[in-house]
């Protein structure tokens, strides 16, 4: 775990959305906190070359530019590591993990559509030898992955209800051509320099109005669904986290997924396909703490809770911890940008 000043800690939480779009963002960071310019551009340079910070950008909707799918390969032992880096060498995976599950290998496929996240599937399939579980989103009720540093014991405490509680999100617009250019620019995050959007507007041939403007439009359309620092959790104490998969009748799902969404442990809650007969789980979640046995018992807060609001006696579940991280980075967004230009 790294440690952070004060002020880095505060700089971190306070920016993990609604980063400033303004023409001179770090300086007015400074002026918050009470530092230079250049203080904060180096604190931030230190916390990425410790690992702290992923990057400074865009978390993006999944499904709106381009396509996504969560998918997973049931990998021999012996074989485990030779498939993991044939998914993991695939330019349109962001995230490969290996889960305590007979399903051990869950990655993330992005592309500019849903044809293209299917060859992309194929693709790994002939290439490993592997029946690949294609699981893409159906529902939204929480995506963000942002977390609180600064209230004392977070993520070291039971769950607790947000304040305002949790429904299916709602659609989003598509981005045109220059939206996807604008985040394909953007998708290793935006540079650490006084002025982020004039080097960004320089790549695209364009403004930095136009850039911060189209940046604010997405954001307020849903498509972008935070826009600030993404941190890499582990290097900040939430070492443990859990995919919890749950298995509703159909007439319950919703209604489940309002009750798991609106706690402030989980982190992602979604609907996906049932695959019968490999895979029975039609909702999936996020849960991020600060050691195993903290995220069991929340799993066991959680799941207490869903049978006094469902009226139910048994609710079928597994939790599937991770044993490794073979990749992990941002979506991609250039090939789709290159398929709108083409």
């Known amino acids: 775990m790294i440690e952070l000043t004060e002020t880095e800690r505060d700089m971190l939480n306070r920016w993990q959305r609604d980063f400033p779009l303004t023409a001179r963002p770090f300086a007015h960071l400074g002026k918050v906190l009470g530092m230079s310019e250049q203080q904060v551009l180096a604190a931030l340079r230190r916390l990425d070359a410790a690992g702290v910070l992923s990057r400074l950008g865009a978390v993006v909707r999944p499904n709106t530019a381009g396509a996504s799918t969560l998918a997973a390969v049931s990998a021999p032992q012996e074989g485990i590591e030779e498939a993991a880096r044939i998914i993991s060498a695939q330019p349109e995976v962001t995230h490969n993990y290996q889960r305590e599950h007979e399903m051990n290998l869950w990655f993330v496929v992005t592309a500019e559509d849903r044809g293209a996240v299917r060859a992309v599937l194929a693709r790994i399939e002939r290439l490993c030898g592997l029946d690949v579980l294609d699981l893409p989103m159906e529902r939204a009720w929480h995506i963000d992955l942002g977390f609180d540093l600064k209230s004392p014991g977070a993520g070291a405490r039971p769950c607790r209800p947000r304040p305002h509680g949790a429904a299916p999100q709602p659609s989003a617009p598509l981005p045109g051509d220059f939206d996807l250019a604008l985040l394909a620019a953007i998708e290793d995050g935006l540079p650490l320099v006084p002025a982020p959007y004039d080097m960004v507007a320089r790549q695209l041939g364009t403004t930095p109005r136009r850039v911060m403007t189209r940046l604010g439009a997405l954001i307020a359309a849903g498509v972008i669904r935070r826009f600030g620092f993404v941190v890499h959790h582990r290097a900040l104490g939430f070492a443990a986290n859990a995919m919890v998969v749950w298995d509703f009748d159909d007439a319950l799902v919703a209604d489940a ?70 990749k992990q980075c941002g979506a991609r967004f250039s090939a789709a940008a290159r398929a709108g230009a083409a």
């Open 257 to 326: 997924a309002a009750e798991i969404a609106r706690m402030d442990c989980v982190t992602l809650c979604y609907q996906r396909p049932r695959r019968l007969p490999r895979w029975r789980y039609n909702l999936f979640s996020m849960i991020h703490g600060t050691s195993r046995e903290l995220v069991q018992a929340q799993i066991a807060q959680i799941e207490a809770r869903l049978k006094k609001t469902l009226g139910v006696d048994e609710i079928v579940h597994e939790a599937l911890f991770p044993v490794r991280r073979f």
